[in-house]
Structures are given as structure tokens and as C-alpha cells.
């Protein structure tokens, strides 16, 4: 079965960089999770979409943006990079109707120097 | 404050042991409990899910027990194997659509051959 798509899969940028990581959803999944996890520490949630409108907001910094398109894609955009945002970001998709288990992608890792 | 109570953060048990993960909760609004399984560097897994409307839910070696009064619900591993060897994490939300997961710390067990 097809799962949740990210890209890059490994990433690395200097200090005051941008990025943006790329996350597609599996087919007919219209709502999309972005979450960060740090080294040994729980997926804190960052915010999501659904049908291309923010849904949810968690602790997302100002210096991060993400949008969801019209093909249900999503894409995090991080700007000013600091050291500290070093982390392995995690997509994950879930069908709004459905029983609202939310699946999730291999990550991102994104290395800050 | 985490608002999602895990324990114990790390377990050793002998294959076929049978690991218990305890989770508690205080937001009586979360009405929806997955847990997933994480190896190293990839991204969590759903195991199983319960509901409050019932006691417990077993899907193969996995069994969740839920105490809605006490607001506690854990995880058994039947029959551990070395392969069961991983981080899982409780997780709750309230399923009314689209609603971000809140984790708990994460256990990471090791099944001993």
C-alpha cells in the first residue's frame, strides 16, 4: 500500500539558511500533520491542513510556514535556521470521514551547522 | 507540562517476557488513543488504537487495556521478540476531526534473545 511520501530525506543547511521539506500524503488523504522530533524526545506537533486551509496550530515558530496545494502536497518552509531546530521532521496524513488514524512518513532530517 | 504521562522510559525484558507501557491522561476531552512503534530513524508506526467505550482491544501479540475512571491505558506485548526491540509511544486526541496528536515520552524497550 502506498504510504506517506517525504523528500528530502536527509538534510543539511547552515546556520541562517532556509529550507523546505516536502511531504505527500497518501492518495485520498486530505489532511496533513507536520511534526518535529529532537533526539530522544516525543513528536511535538508543529501544525496541519486540511483541504488547504490551516487546521491546527501547535508550537510551529514564527521563522516556519507551510502550506498544503491543491493536489493535497504540503511543503514546511524554515527560514533563519538556527542550531536548535536541528530534528528529524515527520509528515503524517490522515482521511477527514475516516477514523482519523494518522499515518506517518519515514521524516526528514535536518541537520542545522 | 506533558500532558501525557509515560512510562517507564526504558525496559529490558527476555524474549517472551511480556512488556507492560503505562500511559495517563488528564484531558478528559481526548477521546481517541493510538500507540505506535519507532525504530531508529524512522517514522512511528501505528501499532493499535482504542476508544473509551471499551475496556480492551487486542490485535495479534498487542493488547491495549483502557481505565476510563482512572484515565489510564497501557500497552501488553504477548510473547516478546528481539524484533519487537523499539521506542513506542502512547498517544492521545480528540477524534473530532483533524486533531493534532499529543505523545507521551516514549519507552524504549529491548527484548533480550
Known amino acids: 500500500a502506498a504510504g506517506v511520501i517525504q523528500s528530502p530525506r536527509h538534510l543539511i543547511k547552515e546556520k541562517r539558511e532556509t529550507a523546505t521539506l516536502k511531504c505527500y500524503p497518501i492518495p485520498r488523504h486530505d489532511t496533513v500533520y507536520w511534526y518535529q522530533q529532537g533526539p530522544g524526545q516525543d513528536p511535538q506537533f508543529l501544525i496541519s491542513?486540511?483541504?488547504?486551509?490551516?487546521?491546527d496550530k501547535g508550537s510551529i515558530p514564527d521563522r516556519f510556514s507551510a502550506q498544503q496545494f491543491s493536489d493535497y502536497h504540503s511543503e514546511l518552509n524554515m527560514s533563519s535556521l538556527e542550531l536548535g531546530d536541528s530534528a528529524l521532521y515527520f509528515c503524517?496524513?490522515?482521511?477527514?470521514?475516516?477514523?482519523?488514524?494518522?499515518?506517518f512518513g519515514p521524516g526528514t532530517r535536518l541537520t542545522v551547522l | 507540562q506533558q500532558q501525557v504521562k509515560q512510562s517507564p522510559q526504558s525496559l529490558i525484558v527476555q524474549k517472551g517476557g511480556i512488556p507492560i507501557i503505562n500511559c495517563a491522561y488528564e484531558n478528559t476531552a481526548f477521546d481517541y488513543f493510538p500507540w505506535y512503534q519507532q525504530f531508529p530513524g524512522k517514522g512511528p508506526a501505528l501499532l493499535i488504537a482504542i476508544r473509551p467505550d471499551v475496556s480492551e482491544k487486542k490485535e495479534g501479540r498487542f493488547t491495549i487495556s483502557f481505565n476510563k475512571s482512572a484515565k489510564q491505558f497501557s500497552l501488553h506485548i504477548m510473547d516478546s521478540q528481539p524484533g519487537d526491540s523499539a521506542t513506542y509511544f502512547c498517544?492521545?486526541?480528540?477524534?473530532?476531526?483533524?486533531?493534532?496528536?499529543?505523545f507521551g515520552s516514549g519507552t524504549r524497550l529491548q527484548v533480550q534473545p
Open positions: 491542513f486540511y483541504e488547504k486551509m490551516q487546521s
Open positions: 498517544a492521545a486526541t480528540m477524534d473530532t476531526g483533524r486533531r493534532a496528536l499529543t
Open positions: 503524517a496524513s490522515s482521511l477527514a470521514g475516516g477514523p482519523d488514524t494518522q499515518y
